[in-house]
């Protein structure tokens, strides 16, 4: 077993086992160090950083020599990639610069009061006692600073008060891993809530009730900086700080709810278009349709012919409007008056959704039904009043720059005769038999100048 | 049947240990290769792939007494690893709740032990038991 000091220059065939393939074998001198042995498995697939290796029941350190171990000719030695430890390196590297000004988690101190925090924390006694969320609360108490924190903020004090987020928050402490989630899912919510309109007032709210607060307990107040943080509020057009004393119960603002013209946000410019949808519409402030138009009178510069929608997150319904309004002229749906309010009031709910998927369903099939059927077709302001907005039908053609005739959504330009836009289909039409030009054209004009649909369309009526 | 001397059993242990003749997911081998008594061994096991321990080393020290095999070995996690057999203070795998140290047979060897100790990392009611973070040390 000493063969290896004896002869500290000696070449050495090792055979090395991956976790995962076959083994393979390597030659390499005792008195090289671990890390070179590393740098000679190392591929491009497997990088040094993550090659773990196990002799005799040991991990292998990177600065040993092989010699320590006294690894002989023959021996094998298990090699493992470590795919979680680099993963959570990473999430410390992302989580980091994030929170740098935390200042708990800022640099390598941060992480070692961290550490020895989990640690502390482990301890059986101390989370014996952690686990009454009582005693936790009676040590806050005790801290002056906190209850002075607490008296003169009462969010503060109904966060602290409240023993599952005090549980809550314990666990996290305890397992770094946890506190790393919390810490990225917050951040992610945070810039989910700062994409809202409004959100950035109300996170501003709850900075000024919550940390603020906590932070200024912890430090003497820099007038400076809350000069400038003030000037830079006013500038971004925030609320100013809600009632000392009184608790934040302000709902989260609605999303969809029309805004100000001048504070339009270029990011929703089919969103919260004056007159589409809003509180007096029969929506209850929330209209998917409103992403159909590039209404008239919006101050965002949004595309001229194919409208607000351009730009938007898919709406399932946009397809549907844009048949809508491209069978309109005619009418052929005869749709019955549905009066206001005959829509339920709508929330960003899922069931409001399935609601719509119904309604969408329904409109389908009154499509499908003949024109003659359900009375002489309605004039578009039905169509568009049961929507909730006041505005002329051609709200939805997406185009504020053309003629009154509805116009598609379509990407064909609304102003040429149906007989010229879909000649081709119509002349394949008649090719196949459908001799009734008015009907073809009606049937193309449902269709949006699909044939295969047009055909269905023209069987069924 | 003779039955095999206790340093006869543990040397050949040892080889199979270096040279790693198992299937790869454990080794093992003396902490000091300089006790010629064998007594302390130090192990390693390698989780088992679809599981949290996957891609995890969990350092054991196996300690092997006088009367080695006719008594099993004591057994302690150097890594912190949440197991039902495992004494969540001070990482001890209790005998009692691991049926190869509860039935001992003599032809058992340490492989046995660390592969069954690998076997109930991937138990059902070990399965979803939450780990401590990797590298954490009992």
């Not at chain 1, 002799?55 to 298990?78: A, M, N």
């Not at chain 1, 900086?225 to 934040?248: H, I, M, S, V, Y």
């Not at chain 2, 196996?62 to 001070?90: A, K, M």
């Amino acid at each position: 077993m000493d063969d290896s000091e004896n002869t500290p220059q000696q070449a050495i065939v090792l055979t090395i086992r991956p976790s995962s393939g076959s083994t393979f074998t390597t030659a390499i001198s005792t008195d090289s160090t671990v890390l070179q042995l590393k740098e000679k498995l190392a591929t491009p697939e497997l990088p040094i950083a993550s090659i773990r290796l196990v002799y005799s029941g040991r991990v292998l350190k990177d600065d040993d020599q092989l010699l320590f171990y006294s690894v002989q000719e023959g021996h094998t030695i298990h090699m493992v990639k470590s795919a979680s430890n680099r993963a959570s390196e990473q999430a410390v590297q992302t989580v980091r610069p994030l929170n740098n000004n935390t200042n708990n988690l800022g640099g390598p101190e941060g992480f070692d009061e961290q550490r020895m925090l989990s640690s502390l924390l482990d301890n059986p006694a101390i989370r014996d006692m952690m686990a009454n969320p009582e005693v936790v609360r009676r040590m806050m108490m005790s801290n002056p600073q906190t209850r002075e924190v607490m008296e003169n903020n009462p969010e503060v004090a109904q966060m602290l008060n409240d023993p599952s987020f005090l549980r809550q928050s314990l666990d996290m402490a305890r397992n770094p891993k946890l506190m790393k989630q919390a810490l990225r899912n917050n951040d992610r919510a945070l810039s989910n809530l700062e994409m809202v309109p409004g959100g950035f007032n109300h996170l501003r709210r709850m900075y000024r009730s919550v940390q603020e607060p906590m932070e200024a307990s912890r430090s003497a107040p820099q007038p400076s900086t809350d000069d400038l943080n003030e000037r830079f509020a006013a500038q971004l057009n925030a609320d100013t700080r809600p009632n000392a004393g009184a608790l934040n119960t302000t709902a989260l603002p609605n999303p969809w709810a029309p805004r100000p013209q001048a504070r339009a946000n270029p990011m929703f410019p089919g969103f919260g278009t004056p007159g589409m949808g809003g509180n007096s519409g029969s929506m209850g402030g929330f209209n998917p349709f409103a992403t159909l138009g590039g209404a008239p009178g919006l101050s965002t510069p949004s595309g001229s012919s194919s409208g607000g929608g351009a730009g938007q997150p898919p709406n399932p319904f946009a397809a549907m409007m844009g048949q809508r309004a491209g069978g309109g002229a005619p009418n052929p749906f005869g749709l019955p008056p549905l009066g206001e309010g005959s829509m339920p009031p709508m929330g960003n709910n899922p069931e409001m959704f399935q609601q719509m998927m119904q309604f969408n369903q329904m409109m389908r099939q009154m499509q499908q039904q003949p024109p003659g059927q359900a009375g002489p077709g309605l004039p578009p302001s039905t169509l568009s009043n049961m929507f909730g907005s006041p505005f002329p039908m051609d709200t939805f053609g997406g185009s504020n720059t053309t003629s009154t005739t509805p116009s598609t959504t379509t990407s064909v330009a609304p102003a040429q005769a149906p007989e010229e836009r879909f000649e081709t289909q119509l002349a394949s039409l008649r090719e196949m038999g459908f001799s009734d030009q008015s009907r073809n054209i009606r049937a193309l004009l449902a269709s949006g100048g699909d044939v295969p649909s047009a055909i269905e369309f023209l069987l069924r009526m | 049947m003779a039955k095999i001397p206790r340093n006869f059993k543990l040397l050949e242990e040892l080889e199979k240990g270096e040279k790693g003749l198992g299937d790869g997911s454990c080794s093992y081998g003396l902490a000091d290769s300089d006790d010629i008594t064998m007594s302390n061994w130090n192990g390693t096991i390698i989780g088992i792939n679809n599981s949290v321990h996957e891609n995890r080393i969990y350092s054991l020290k196996i300690h092997c007494g006088e009367h080695y095999p006719d008594v099993p070995p004591t057994v302690f996690f150097l890594s912190r690893i949440n197991l039902s057999c495992v004494n969540q203070t001070n990482g001890h795998v209790d005998p009692s709740k691991l049926s190869c140290l509860l039935n001992w047979k003599r032809n058992y060897s340490l492989e046995t032990i660390l592969m069954e100790l690998r076997r109930e990392m991937g138990a059902s009611h070990n399965r979803k038991l939450p780990q401590p973070q990797e590298g954490s040390m009992f």
